[in-house]
């Protein structure tokens, strides 16, 4: 997959439109929560070492999306070897089970509902168990789709096997089954389609508007396809976000069991 133009050429004042948003809507009565997701996670490469020093460096929490097929011992001991100290800060938690598309046609998916549901029950606790043998202790029974998408056969499957939650796009469908929650991502860094640097800044920035008045803003990352730009605009978001007492950082594995306590619905 091929760098996105906002990184390759960013507008000179991201990261100044970044603060003033953030300012903005810290200053409102309700608290915004924000939490940031790194997909694709399977080995301490020099980007994912860099993307986790920015995390750790600012106490923010992390929440990764790991493929269960691509790692092992060795690679598990990398990332935890980065991700050292505070436990408290990275949710680790599955992202499919191989990363394949499975779609018969049109948009990608390992999970579509044209699968057969004991295949797709299959995959996804072969997954869990791998996660769950690699990451003790350590691993939150949170599901992230492959490319944010899964069906309804994929919801159940998940409820039945006792996933936390679900994290998909804003606005997906179908609805989760009664007990699942979804806490979607809303704004996307690094697979934008824009060909325009100038549009894909201002539709991110729309998008982070929206997550934040929104009450819960999820923001997706893909470190394999950060240059020096984003890396630099994320460290900057990062702290943003950190330094505003009005406004409250988790991962999905806070999420998940916040939402599990018989608490009001606005306490999430």
């Known amino acids: 997959m091929a760098r996105q133009v906002l990184w390759e050429n960013p507008p000179p004042d991201l990261a100044a439109r970044a603060a003033r948003m953030v300012a903005r809507h810290a200053g409102k009565s309700r608290r915004p929560k924000v939490f940031f997701r790194a997909d694709d996670i399977h080995e301490a490469d020099p980007g994912f070492t860099r993307l986790a020093r920015i995390f750790s460096a600012r106490r923010a929490p992390l929440s990764m999306a790991v493929v269960p097929a691509w790692i092992t011992p060795e690679k598990v001991s990398g990332l935890l070897s980065v991700c050292k100290g505070a436990p408290d800060l990275w949710c680790f938690h599955q992202h499919g089970f191989d990363h394949e598309n499975r779609a018969l046609s049109g948009k990608k998916a390992e999970f579509p509902d044209s699968r057969d549901q004991e295949a797709i029950r299959t995959d996804l606790a072969r997954g869990r168990e791998r996660m769950e043998a690699l990451f003790p202790e350590r691993f939150d029974p949170v599901f992230t789709p492959p490319w944010n998408r899964l069906g309804e056969k994929g919801l159940v499957c998940l409820r039945e096997l006792g996933f936390s939650a679900v994290s998909r796009s804003f606005g997906s469908h179908p609805d989760p089954p009664p007990g699942l929650p979804d806490f979607p991502v809303q704004v996307d860094l690094h697979t934008r389609k824009e ?14 508007d929206e997550g934040l008045e929104r009450g819960l803003c999820g923001i997706m990352i893909h470190h ?34 916040r939402a599990s306590q018989p608490v009001s619905r606005g306490t999430l």
Do not use: I, Y
């Open 195 to 208: 060909t325009d640097p100038g549009q894909a800044a201002a539709a991110l920035f729309r998008e982070l």
């Open 224 to 257: 394999a396809l950060m240059n020096d730009a984003a890396f630099d605009f994320l460290e900057r978001l990062v702290g943003q976000v950190a330094g505003e007492e009005s406004m409250e950082m988790l991962h999905l594995g806070d999420l998940a069991k």
